[in-house]
C-alpha cells in the first residue's frame, strides 16, 4: 500500500470518527443510550464504507463537505448492523474490535435499542443536511435504506442465518453476501459519485465495480476468518465455522476461495476501467484488499 494511500485513508477516518462523535455527543438523549452509542462507535474499525464514498465523490466532486453527513450516516448503519450482529440470539460474540461486544457491556436490551437508534438517527442526519437539495436527500435515503433493509442487508443477514448447518450452492452464497455485505458498499460508491455529479452511465460503470467489491470485501472476511491474526483483527478467528455459517472456503476450500477472490478482482478492475472517468484513489482504495 503506498504512502499517499495510507495517508489518505487515515485523515478520512480520522474525519469521519470525529464527525461521528460529535453527531452523537450533541445528542439530548438518555445518558444510558448515548453511552451505549458511543462506545460501540468509538471501538473504531477501517471505515472502509465511508472512505469508499468519499473516494468516489472526490473523483467528480471538490467540496468534500457535502459528502461528510452521508458518510457519517453509513457508518452509524454500519455500526449498529454490528451491535446487532454480535448478540446472543445473533453470532454471540464477546469481542469487537478487540473490546467487549456492546452487550457485553451495557445488556441485551441496552445494545438493541442503541443499535436501532444508530438505525434511525443516520436518516436524520441526511434529513437535515443543509448543504444537500430535497432531491439529494430523497435519493440517498431511499438507495441507503433499500441497502441496509429487507432488500439488502437485513435481507441477507436472515439468508445467512437460514443457510447456518445446511449445504448451500455457489450462486446461494453470492447472493447472500451481496444482500449483507455488498449493498451497503454499493451505496457508498454510488452515494459518493452522485453528490459529486457523475452521470448516469459513470454511475451504472461504478455499479458494476461496486458488486464485485462486496464480493471480494465478504470472501476476504471469510479468508482471514480462517487465515487471520486475533490480534490485528480484534477477535477470535474460526467463529464462522463455530457458528456453522457457510462461508467461500467452507464451500470451496481454502485454496479454492482465494481463487474464486481472484476472479471477483479481475471482474472488479474490468468494471471500473469501464467508467469513463475513473478515479485512481477509488482504485488504490479498493486494491488495498484485492
Not at 450533541?26 to 473504531?44: F, H
Not at 465511508?50 to 457519517?72: M, N, R, T
Not at 455499479?207 to 470485501?217: A, N, P, R
Request: aromatic share 8%; glycine share 8%; charged share 25%.
Amino acid at each position: 500500500m503506498n504512502t499517499n494511500l495510507i495517508s489518505y485513508m487515515e485523515q478520512s477516518k480520522e474525519l469521519i470518527h470525529d464527525g461521528l462523535i460529535t453527531s452523537l455527543e450533541k445528542l439530548d438523549i438518555p445518558t444510558n443510550l448515548k453511552q451505549a452509542m458511543l462506545y460501540s462507535v468509538k471501538a473504531g474499525g477501517k471505515r472502509l464504507r465511508p472512505v469508499l464514498l468519499f473516494s468516489a465523490f472526490e473523483a467528480y466532486g471538490k467540496d468534500l463537505e457535502k459528502a461528510i453527513s452521508s458518510a457519517i450516516a453509513l457508518e452509524l448503519i454500519h455500526t449498529y448492523s454490528l451491535v446487532h450482529d454480535d448478540l446472543p440470539a445473533m453470532d454471540n460474540d464477546d469481542y469487537r474490535r478487540g473490546k467487549l461486544t456492546n452487550h457485553k457491556v451495557y445488556g441485551e436490551a441496552t445494545a438493541i435499542l442503541a443499535g436501532d437508534a444508530l438505525l434511525t438517527y443516520s436518516f436524520e442526519l441526511i434529513a437535515n443536511d443543509p448543504l444537500l437539495q430535497d432531491a439529494e436527500k430523497v435519493d440517498l435515503i431511499k438507495n441507503l435504506s433499500s441497502a441496509s433493509g429487507p432488500k439488502g442487508m437485513v435481507g441477507g443477514q436472515i439468508l445467512d442465518m437460514e443457510a447456518e448447518n445446511k449445504a448451500i450452492s455457489l450462486t446461494e452464497l453470492e447472493r447472500i453476501h451481496v444482500l449483507k455485505t455488498g449493498k451497503l458498499l454499493q451505496f457508498a460508491v454510488y452515494a459518493g459519485a452522485y453528490l459529486g455529479g457523475a452521470t448516469n452511465s459513470e454511475l451504472a460503470a461504478l455499479k458494476d465495480f461496486s458488486y464485485y467489491l462486496g464480493l471480494i470485501f465478504q470472501i476476504q472476511d471469510d479468508i482471514l476468518d480462517v487465515t487471520g491474526d486475533p490480534k490485528k483483527m480484534g477477535k477470535q478467528v474460526g467463529s464462522d465455522e463455530g457458528n456453522n455459517k457457510s462461508t467461500y472456503p467452507k464451500l470451496l476450500g481454502l485454496d479454492g476461495a482465494i481463487e474464486q477472490k481472484n476472479m471477483y478482482s479481475k471482474k472488479a478492475k474490468e468494471a471500473l476501467k469501464k467508467c469513463k472517468r475513473r478515479s485512481f484513489l477509488l482504485n488504490d482504495v479498493n486494491r488495498s484488499f484485492w
